[in-house]
């Protein structure tokens, strides 16, 4: 393993309710690293598994799906959609040589910042413990 790094952090947040939580936790001067970049999406049930596994490919070091807590969906059902698929995602990653220690999905509503500021938090920590993603794709010849 290298020195310490920080690590890119990519997070997918719906719209409606984590993308708010971001928002409550930057407004409310939650403390958290800066090293997360949010891609705000209409509904995390729209977050593909392939496009988790390309963000990685393209290096990112770490990646959430940050969605409505089931039953708050603005859409009905899409959260359900997410919590069907990511836990089949997390065998793909471990499958593809991708540790599933660096993918997290959660459910924080607009009003949870301070969850939001702790999951990133939490996840830079972890990823800490582990290597770059781009070293690790140069050694499997992903690169």
């Not at 959609?81 to 540790?99: N, S």
């Not at 009003?111 to 996840?123: M, N, Y």
Request: aromatic share 8%; charged share 20%; proline share 6%.
């Amino acid at each position: 393993m290298t020195e310490t790094y920080e690590p890119k952090i990519i997070g997918f947040l719906c719209n409606w309710c984590s993308y708010a939580g971001a928002d409550l936790a930057g407004a409310s001067r939650s403390k958290y690293p800066s090293n997360v970049k949010i891609i705000r999406v209409p509904c995390s049930g729209r977050v593909s598994p392939e496009l988790v596994i390309r963000t990685f490919r393209e290096g990112a070091d770490g990646v959430m799906v940050l969605g409505c807590h089931i039953g708050d969906c603005h859409y009905g059902t899409g959260n359900h959609r997410t919590a069907h698929r990511m836990p089949l995602l997390q065998a793909m990653l471990e499958f593809t040589g991708i540790e599933p220690e660096r993918f997290v999905f959660k459910w924080v509503s607009a009003s949870e910042g301070e969850v939001f500021a702790q999951t990133v938090r939490d996840l830079t920590e972890k990823l800490h413990q582990l290597p770059p993603m781009a070293e690790v794709l140069e050694r499997k010849g992903a690169v």
